[in-house]
């Protein structure tokens, strides 16, 4: 997105939540897209001048979900491609996974252990349908990635797709995360943090391909929405609590994902009464000084103010 549309866009928003919603209510609808409006004070009493504030520093693809679900018109042209993209995992964070068709297997490995981080890759030569249209399809999946992983191994350089996937990245400001395998990042990405994929098994990889998406500025709300979003609603134990485990090693996760989740758990009669799963949810949320009490849906520890170390 452009500076100037980036800046349209949000003044469409601001102007769109002032007309119909009160301060209280943009404060619960802005947190369902990871943004953190907690104690924000505006720079001046104006509904629009706090949404342009709150938004200022939010990555494109959040503006662009909001402006989606207001239904502003002027993006309603790209997002409806999402509706065409059957082949993304729903509620997952997208990926697509840029390689060459020798590379086949390293990209579908890496697709398979992403999964379990929330995270829903695309690899053309396995997600394309034999009956449906090979570039059609190619370009649904650049348009609606949230970021692109970029396998860099020989003979990517001389390949009029990979550069062409990539220079679309570059052209619509996506994350890009290259992956050194044998090929230094070049052109246009020479200036990115590559991941080295030599002597490494493919688990290694995927965790510092999440580390990259929740440390850029562009991709951890979204990330961590999704990521606790999957944890609330999971119906497996094992795979919340891998999820759980994930999330323990992550800083600063906001206060409003984690009540989030929990509503979800306390609904969820299948994570609620597996005294395993609590156990790990507490470890997890001892570190924000808050606990889950299924029996009385209580989220907060009762803190003494003298116990508190300034």
Known sequence: MKPR?????????ALKLQEEMKYSEIDMYLPSFGINCKDYQPSTNSKRVYVQELLANESNETILNIAYDLELTTITQN?????????????????????????KKQ?????SVLKSYGISGFVAHVDIEPSKEWQSEIEIALHTMDAIVVILMEGFKESNWCDQEVGFAVGKDTLIIPIKKDLDPYGFIAKYQAINGNNKNVGEVAQEVFTAIIKHSKSKNKMLSILTNLVGKSTNVS????????????????????VQMLEQIYNN?????????????NNLLEKYQ??????????????????IPF
């Open 269 to 281: 009669s299948i994570l609620k009464n597996s005294n395993i799963f609590i156990s790990n949810l």
């Open 239 to 258: 795979d919340a609590i891998k999820r759980i485990n994930i999330l323990i090693n992550i800083s600063n996760i906001p206060e409003e994902l984690l």
């Open 290 to 307: 808050m606990t889950f009490k299924n029996k009385d849906f209580k989220f907060y520890d009762d803190i003494d103010e003298n116990e």
């Open 5 to 13: 549309e980036r800046i349209r866009l949000i003044n469409e928003i």
């Open 107 to 111: 990209a579908t490995n890496l697709r």
């Open 79 to 103: 997002k409806d491609k999402e509706n065409l993209a059957t082949f993304w995992e729903a509620n997952y964070f997208k990926i697509f996974i840029s390689h060459l068709a020798k590379h």
